[in-house]
């Protein structure tokens, strides 16, 4: 990976592209430290540090990819999460409305219109998220447990003008993203995402230390390279089924007699089950948050049970939820049946299936048997964090495993696999020359 890097910076075009992105990255990085009009910064600074020693917090997951700047209340607070919660949206529907299934199947010009569509609703999420976070901030329930004022003054002309930055902050987001994707290297809202987690990593390793001490400090660390390995071996690993294309004349001209495979991998839906899961599971945290004085003992079983990240009930509903997202996502993502009619289209077959309702058959029990592994496997990476904390107690935060984990390495994975492929491209160029 190293080597790749270098090799990319001694090639001039390569070099352009990744001193771009890293000039989007840190103006990315400034607008997250810069807050909004009418925070009061010593206050939220104070109201942040009591969360941060006591973990509590019904915002981690939002605070996670906005990279700490949520609770800050600066102008990129809201952070990509409406751009992820409308990708998502988006991905759902297609499935249900024939309208936007018939779009993606158009190609580009039906995926650039899906594009649009995801703009609009980023915007009208963090519309409703930007008012949600101020009328929260306005009423000191931003950061549980804080009893300062987050704001000087809440009347509607600031909170009006606090609404229409955070909105503006995330538009700017999208355009950062888009900016990286067309001059730069990689997909540019996932390296804005890994920069939003990685600006937490430093701090929270460090808070370990400072609580824990050295030692501990020292076996997290190789136990998180160890982590980090084994999710790198799993991210790579798919099955490859072989496909034969048959001879056949068009014109004059001979085409099929080809090989190649339909790669699965065996974590096909990434980490869209953890966000799924995880967001299920705020809404009892969050119900607990707004009614801490309330004697129903429904909620006091939910408060103690189920909003506890260190309660084994609340692991095993997590655990249970991630495995049931993934063949969820899985059987909406990806179409046995499609797949098996293109590949009769083109005259292609799975060696040893006939084409047609076998090969559909033979697709679907092959994706059934691989999900298994890799619905177990997206749980137990979630649950590294809550059997950490439960364990180590770690002040509320665990750097290895769970979102932030799945999120570094397999963007981490993409970039360089991105960067490699265009030095081979200029390699075989000249090599052919």
Known sequence: ????????????????????????????????????????????????????????????MINLFSGGALLQLTVFALGIMPYITASIILQLLVVVIPRLEALKKEGQSGQTKITQYTRYLTLGLAILQATGITALARNKSLISGCTRDLLYNGNLSTMLIMITVLTAGTAVIMWLGELITDRGIGNGMSILIFTQVIAQFPGSLWQLKVSKGWWIFGGVIVAGIAIMAAVIFIEQAQRRIPVQYARRMVGRKMFGGSSTYIPLKV???GIIP????????YLPSMAVQFNPRSNSPILRWIGEYLASPDSAIHMAVYFVLIIFFTYFYVSITFNPQEVADNMKQYGGFIPGIRAGKPTEDYLSYVLSRITLPGSLYLGLVALIPLIALATVQANGKFPFGGTSLLIMVGVALD???????????????????
């Open 274 to 281: 953890v966000i799924f899961a995880s967001s299920l599971l």
């Open 1 to 60: 990976m190293l080597g790749a890097f270098a090799n990319a910076f001694r090639t001039p075009d390569l070099r352009r592209k990744l001193l771009f992105v890293i000039f989007i990255i840190a103006v990315f990085r400034l607008g997250a430290q810069i807050p909004s009009p009418g925070v009061n910064v010593p206050n939220v600074q104070a109201c942040f540090a009591d969360a941060s020693k006591s973990g509590n917090s019904v915002f981690q």
């Open 267 to 269: 974590n096909q839906a």
């Open 415 to 433: 970039t360089v696999k991105q960067i490699e492929g265009q030095l081979q491209q200029r390699n075989y160029e000249g090599f052919l020359r």
